[in-house]
């Protein structure tokens, strides 16, 4: 096997694979390695097997859903964008289709038709491919790169793209090598931290399962911190599980509750607004009709206002499940909105990174150069994907990040070999 290549891009993940077309459409001659025994493991997981590939919303809007560090994306996104990757896969014959939110799917919902319409351009690139090889160090002099060396053998080059991901799903190769081997070239990893995380409470109502498996349509969650100033809110579905809360409300959370509890080291409180659209007054205004004259209980009169698990939960927490609705009073009344509008509970910690869909954290941006996405201490070296300080909502932004930091990094390193 050929052992000098002008691009050596390590990991064969969505950034990798994409890092690798985009430097041999430059007319490098390119080497893409990978230490599982086949490309795109983790993409085949991503939007439930179906693959969401990105999102049609505008620029702006994409950065505005990257809470981690998106702005450092404008410049990558102003060369290559979420529009690109849809030309992309279009032009491979892959057709996508909008879903709610502007999630893009391939039109077959299976991630397998992404990732043989990757390998197929990397075939027709005469890209090399190794696979079941582990990248242990870069070869390096003097702040330049000239190669990789692998747990079997070394290969020349004078630019590397490292795309080794985070360290989320390890079980997919994502055990955080690329952090090792950045930092021994003198980088720096910024804190890892779980994102897009289910999120783990001690409540004695979570721990009764007394809510387990209700789900929630368009609620309203919020982070707030010790002075109750709200961090970040989010209307969209909930899941009330055995061990907390999940769904995208409360994964889209996740970040921000990581960071203050690394701040403050106590439970964090997030309130949940079960009618957002709704004001206070409009649904004081609603329950007093249904209950006013009402000889039935507040749970019958009151029935299809909450879906019932919620509303009994609700009116057990003020003691008011036995009352008629015309022994209720306007405070009892105004109580169970207040309920509905700010119902709060604490959150201890969320799930680990290695079971959360994405790693927050990573080699420090302040080192990286936005325009080309190559490091600022060492010539030939780029960087691309999740191993970067970059980190979105679910929802095709993340793979967006991964996809576009991908072609810029293998377009600027296929330029500059």
């Known amino acids: 096997?050929?052992?000098?290549?002008?691009?050596?891009?390590?990991?064969?993940?969505?950034?990798?694979?994409?890092?690798?077309?985009?430097?041999?459409?430059?007319?490098?001659?390119?080497?893409?390695?990978?230490?599982?025994?086949?490309?795109?493991?983790?993409?085949?997981?991503?939007?439930?097997?179906?693959?969401?590939?990105?999102?049609?919303?505008?620029?702006?809007?994409?950065?505005?859903?990257?809470?981690?560090?998106?702005?450092?994306?404008?410049?990558?996104?102003?060369?290559?964008?979420?529009?690109?990757?849809?030309?992309?896969?279009?032009?491979?014959?892959?057709?996508?289709?909008?879903?709610?939110?502007?999630?893009?799917?391939?039109?077959?919902?299976?991630?397998?038709?992404?990732?043989?319409?990757?390998?197929?351009?990397?075939?027709?690139?005469?890209?090399?491919?190794?696979?079941?090889?582990?990248?242990?160090?870069?070869?390096?002099?003097?702040?330049?790169?000239?190669?990789?060396?692998?747990?079997?053998?070394?290969?020349?080059?004078?630019?590397?793209?490292?795309?080794?991901?985070?360290?989320?799903?390890?079980?997919?190769?994502?055990?955080?090598?690329?952090?090792?081997?950045?930092?021994?070239?003198?980088?720096?990893?910024?804190?890892?931290?779980?994102t897009e995380s289910p999120l783990i409470s001690e409540e004695p109502f979570i721990q009764e399962k007394t809510l387990q498996g209700l789900s929630l349509q368009d609620i309203s969650l919020s982070v707030l911190n010790q002075k109750g100033r709200v961090l970040t809110e989010h209307t969209m579905d909930l899941l009330f599980t055995h061990f907390g809360i999940s769904g995208p409300a409360a994964l889209r959370c996740s970040s921000f509750i990581n960071k203050e509890l690394k701040k403050t080291e106590e439970p964090v409180t997030v309130s949940l607004d079960c009618f957002p659209a709704k004001t206070k007054q409009d649904l004081i205004q609603e329950l007093t009709a249904k209950s006013k004259m009402s000889k039935k209980t507040l749970a019958n009169a009151w029935h299809g206002f909450l879906p019932e698990r919620l509303l009994l939960f609700f009116l057990e927490r003020l003691d008011i499940e036995k009352q008629t609705g015309q022994q209720t009073t306007d405070r009892q009344v105004q109580d169970f909105v207040q309920l509905c509008k700010a119902f709060t509970m604490t959150?201890?910690?969320?799930?680990?990174?290695?079971?959360?869909?994405?790693?927050?954290?990573?080699?420090?941006?302040?080192?990286?150069?936005?325009?080309?996405?190559?490091?600022?201490?060492?010539?030939?070296?780029?960087?691309?994907?999740?191993?970067?300080?970059?980190?979105?909502?679910?929802?095709?932004?993340?793979?967006?990040a991964a996809f576009a930091t991908g072609h810029v990094a293998g377009m600027n390193a296929g330029q500059r070999s």
Not at 355 to 381: A, D, I, M, R, Y
Request: hydrophobic content about 35%; some cysteine.
């Open 1 to 194: 096997m050929e052992t000098t290549y002008d691009v050596i891009v390590v990991g064969a993940g969505t950034s990798g694979m994409m890092a690798a077309i985009s430097a041999a459409e430059q007319g490098a001659n390119v080497l893409l390695i990978e230490k599982n025994k086949r490309a795109g493991k983790k993409l085949l997981m991503t939007g439930g097997g179906r693959c969401n590939v990105t999102n049609n919303r505008p620029v702006d809007d994409l950065i505005a859903h990257i809470p981690g560090n998106g702005k450092f994306l404008y410049s990558t996104f102003a060369q290559w964008n979420n529009f690109d990757i849809m030309n992309f896969f279009e032009s491979q014959g892959v057709h996508l289709k909008e879903e709610d939110h502007g999630r893009m799917f391939p039109v077959t919902n299976k991630s397998k038709t992404i990732i043989e319409a990757l390998l197929n351009r990397l075939k027709e690139l005469g890209i090399t491919l190794l696979f079941g090889t582990r990248v242990e160090k870069l070869i390096h002099k003097e702040g330049k790169i000239y190669g990789v060396r692998t747990e079997f053998e070394e290969f020349d080059a004078s630019c590397v793209v490292l795309t080794t991901g985070g360290r989320t799903y390890p079980s997919t190769g994502s055990t955080g090598d690329g952090y090792k081997i950045v930092k021994k070239v003198g980088h720096t990893v910024t804190p890892l931290y779980a």
């Open 347 to 400: 959150i201890s910690k969320t799930f680990p990174i290695e079971k959360s869909f994405v790693t927050g954290g990573g080699v420090s941006l302040k080192e990286v150069n936005p325009k080309t996405l190559e490091s600022k201490l060492v010539e030939g070296l780029f960087f691309a994907g999740e191993l970067l300080d970059v980190n979105g909502y679910t929802g095709g932004f993340n793979i967006t």
